[in-house]
């Protein structure tokens, strides 16, 4: 079955028809809790790698500012899957020819590399190289900004 087919077959499904009958409210608090998630994810490790760039709370311990906003990143991660699904769901066969639908995946598979091999090991310990601090950092930021940026252009490019 290619991808093309599966999109189709799931906004065709009981469960696509289902969200796409839905009240127009229940696709409003999907996208609410979408940008909630994101907030929740951006803010987390914005902190952190303010710290990391030595710009804000340098201060504070990289490993506690970590610990700190580690269960933000996870909560955001499940709003944004979640509420992802259910604006997907109903309209999937017209994500699939949207560049912009695609674009944000492959940011989103960069960052989450990024977060869960490069991120860990740099704030894992305490005084990291601060050339690879501040790269991953760097890298970090505009990985999560780009998703974010290209996840809003989906509304505005036309297949």
């Given at each position: 079955?290619?991808?093309?087919?599966?999109?189709l077959?799931?906004?065709?499904?009981?469960?696509g028809?289902?969200m796409?009958?839905?009240?127009?409210?229940?696709?409003?608090?999907?996208?609410?809790?979408?940008?909630?998630?994101?907030?929740?994810?951006?803010?987390?490790?914005?902190?952190?790698?303010l710290?990391?760039?030595?710009?804000?709370?340098?201060?504070?311990?990289?490993?506690?500012?970590?610990?700190?906003?580690?269960?933000?990143?996870?909560?955001?991660?499940?709003?944004?899957?979640?509420?992802?699904?259910?604006?997907?769901?109903?309209?999937?066969?017209?994500?699939?020819?949207?560049?912009?639908?695609?674009?944000?995946?492959?940011?989103?598979?960069?960052?989450?590399?990024?977060?869960?091999?490069?991120?860990?090991?740099?704030?894992?310990?305490?005084?990291?190289?601060?050339?690879?601090?501040?790269?991953?950092?760097?890298?970090?930021?505009?990985?999560?900004?780009?998703?974010?940026?290209?996840?809003?252009?989906?509304?505005?490019?036309?297949?």
């Amino acid at each position: 079955m290619s991808t093309q087919a599966l999109f189709l077959a799931l906004q065709n499904s009981e469960i696509g028809i289902g969200m796409g009958q839905a009240n127009r409210l229940f696709g409003i608090a999907a996208q609410l809790f979408h940008i909630t998630g994101l907030i929740f994810i951006l803010s987390s490790i914005l902190l952190v790698n303010l710290r990391l760039l030595g710009v804000g709370l340098v201060n504070q311990p990289v490993g506690l500012l970590v610990k700190k906003t580690n269960g933000l990143i996870w909560f955001g991660l499940a709003f944004l899957f979640l509420s992802g699904f259910f604006m997907f769901a109903p309209s999937a066969g017209l994500y699939y020819p949207n560049p912009a639908f695609w674009l944000k995946f492959q940011l989103l598979a960069a960052a989450l590399v990024v977060q869960f091999t490069l991120y860990k090991k740099v704030t894992a310990t305490e005084t990291p190289n601060p050339y690879l601090a501040k790269s991953v950092a760097v890298i970090s930021i505009a990985l999560w900004f780009a998703v974010g940026l290209a996840g809003r252009a989906i509304g505005f490019v036309a297949a």
